[in-house]
Nanobody, 127 residues
Framework: QVQLVESGGGLVQAGGSLRLSCAGS????????MGWFRQAPGKEREFVAA????????VYADSVKGRFTISRDNAKNTVYLQMNSLKPEDTAVYYC????????????????????WGQGTQVTVSS
């Protein structure tokens, strides 16, 4: 059982930066891979970034590669998404999610691989 709560969203100007946080609870947080997804108006929820449960390996969507960084601090049960050089097309509701499986070495990018979701936090980038 994992519960997740996102925070850190807001309104920023294009080119600015924002850091999202996802606070987790539950005994198995540190044994699950974590991911960030986003959903813009009228579009399906899409993969943004993921991080493995233990070795720090990461995967990014091409649209955010080089601009976003995912990280985690298992001692604090928290995962982060540092967003730099923000663009208007980054505007969306951002969700963090925890993997269904524990201890897996495979990093997943599909929604179906994640069983626990936060409520989402709005990020709006103005031009």
């Amino acid at each position: 059982q994992v519960q997740l709560v996102e925070s850190g969203g807001g309104l920023v100007q294009a080119g600015g930066s924002l850091r999202l946080s996802c606070a987790g609870s539950g005994r198995t947080f540190s044994s699950r891979g974590m991911g960030w997804f986003r959903q813009a108006p009228g579009k399906e929820r899409e993969f943004v970034a993921a991080i493995s449960w233990s070795d720090g390996r990461t995967v990014y969507a091409d649209s955010v590669k080089g601009r976003f960084t995912i990280s985690r601090d298992n001692a604090k049960n928290t995962v982060y998404l540092q967003m730099n050089s923000l663009k208007p097309e980054d505007t969306a509701v951002y969700y963090c999610a925890a993997r269904r499986l524990q201890y897996t070495t495979v990093i997943a990018t599909s929604r179906e691989a994640y069983n626990y979701w936060g409520q989402g936090t709005q990020v709006t980038v103005s031009s």
